[in-house]
């Protein structure tokens, strides 16, 4: 069998942030098994979300049980490590062209009792994210398919290449996708290797959206099964 099982994590940020909390709740409800929640700082990218505090208050109204990744777009990852663990994230994924000491922030994020995430933008080679996993390996890669920074892009297919790689070099590794996946593309994904799902409007905008974390899951899920069939 493989070492990796499919994760959904909607992306919140295409939520209705009025209702933030039973959005949250709602995504829970319908099958997700973890929530993306974006972080931007208007530095790294060209956009401002939400921070630490809001986070908090996600946790309070989830309770203790639901896992959160936070995708730390912002200019100084390090920064805001121990704050965002004592705001209830599990999984802080933060972005290699961000870092100027990415072994050592690993190092620091499982410190504060989180899991390390590395995340890398659709310029940044891959290398550069295998040459890290090499000398400090991170619990989730990251690819984004999309440019960071704003929601409802197209989905690049050509960086499915990097997750091949990644999967080949990892075979045991969680890898995502963040950026344009949905049902037209989700096939794309699984068959590269990808494990863990970001998906944002395709779910959060869906009349259905448990039929849309279903259906995402069956596809990565016959992936799987296949893929242990060959071995």
Same mark, same amino acid.
């Given at each position: 069998m493989c070492a990796y099982r499919c994760k959904i994590g909607p992306s919140i940020l295409n939520s209705d942030l009025a209702c933030l909390g039973d959005e949250? /709740?709602?995504?829970?409800? @319908? &099958? #997700?098994? +973890?929530?993306?929640?974006? $972080?931007?700082?208007?530095?790294?990218v060209p956009n401002i979300t939400f921070g630490h505090p809001v986070v908090q208050c996600i946790r309070k109204s989830i309770g203790d049980?639901? %896992? @959160?990744e936070v995708h730390m777009m912002v200019s100084r990852p390090d920064q805001w490590v121990k704050a965002m663990s004592e705001s209830g #994230?599990? *999984? +802080? %994924?933060?972005?290699?062209?961000a870092s100027d000491n990415p072994q050592q922030l690993i190092k620091e994020i499982?410190? =504060? &009792?989180? /899991? #390390? &995430? @590395? #995340? *890398? /933008?659709?310029a940044t080679p891959v290398s550069k994210l295998i040459d890290l996993l090499h000398t400090q390996m991170a619990d989730v890669a990251l690819v984004m398919t999309v440019e960071p920074g704003f929601g409802g892009q197209s989905f690049m297919r050509p960086m499915m290449e990097k997750v091949r790689e990644l999967r080949k070099a990892y075979p045991h590794l969680d890898i995502g996708v963040d950026g344009g996946v949905g049902p037209s593309s989700i096939h794309h994904c699984a068959e590269a290797g990808a494990n863990m799902i970001v998906s944002g409007s395709a779910i959060m905008r869906s009349n259905d959206p448990r039929k849309v974390i279903s259906d995402l899951r069956g596809v990565v899920? =016959? $992936? *799987?099964q296949q893929t242990s069939l060959e071995r």
């Open positions: 949250c /709740k709602r995504m829970l409800e @319908c &099958g #997700a098994d +973890y929530l993306h929640l974006d $972080v931007m700082d208007g530095h790294f049980g639901p %896992t @959160c #994230a599990n *999984i +802080y %994924t933060f972005h290699l062209e499982r410190e =504060e &009792g989180m /899991k #390390a &995430g @590395c #995340a *890398i /933008k659709p899920q =016959e $992936v *799987i």
